[in-house]
Each structure stands twice: as structure tokens, then as C-alpha cells.
């Protein structure tokens, strides 16, 4: 998870930085999977980690449509509609 926070801190553009933060949200969601499977207590944190997931889900389509929206990631030659 090192590398990908380094990714998610550092990237070099706005969208390295975006799938730096998803991918540390799906790793968290694996690694809620396996405490559970630790603590005999999968049925409760699965519900943890879908909710999580559905949460990073909304917050990576939203820091997207905002800085597609601000900031230009679109194509130069698109149109922002």
C-alpha cells in the first residue's frame, strides 16, 4: 500500500492521484474482508467493507466529475458539456 500511497501523495497529474486513492480504498476493502476472517466475525465486517466500498466508489466519482469539471481533465480537443 506504500507504493500506491506514494502515488495517491506524489502523482505527477491530478488522475494518478485519483486511482492512487481508489486503489487504497479497494485494498482496505480486502483488508476489512480478512480482519474479519481473523476474528471468526466475516458476517460483520463484510457489511463494513461493502459500505466503505460504496463510500470510496461516491467520493472517486465525485473528485472526478469536480476536476473533469474545474480543472480540465478532459481531452484537449473535447468540449466540456
Not at 500506491?4 to 491530478?14: E, F, K, S
Not at 467520493?59 to 466540456?80: H, I, P, W
Request: charged letters at 15%; proline letters at 1%; aromatic letters at 8%.
Amino acid at each position: 500500500m506504500l507504493v500506491v500511497l506514494y502515488r495517491a501523495v506524489c502523482g505527477p497529474t491530478v488522475l494518478d492521484r485519483l486511482i492512487g486513492v481508489n486503489a487504497i480504498g479497494t485494498k482496505t476493502t480486502v483488508l476489512l474482508i480478512l480482519i474479519g476472517l481473523h476474528f471468526h466475525r466475516v458476517e460483520m465486517f463484510v457489511d463494513i467493507a461493502l459500505a466503505y466500498a460504496l463510500l470510496n466508489f461516491i467520493a472517486v466519482l465525485a473528485a472526478s466529475r469536480y476536476f473533469q469539471k474545474r480543472k480540465g481533465l478532459s481531452l484537449a480537443g473535447e468540449d466540456n458539456e
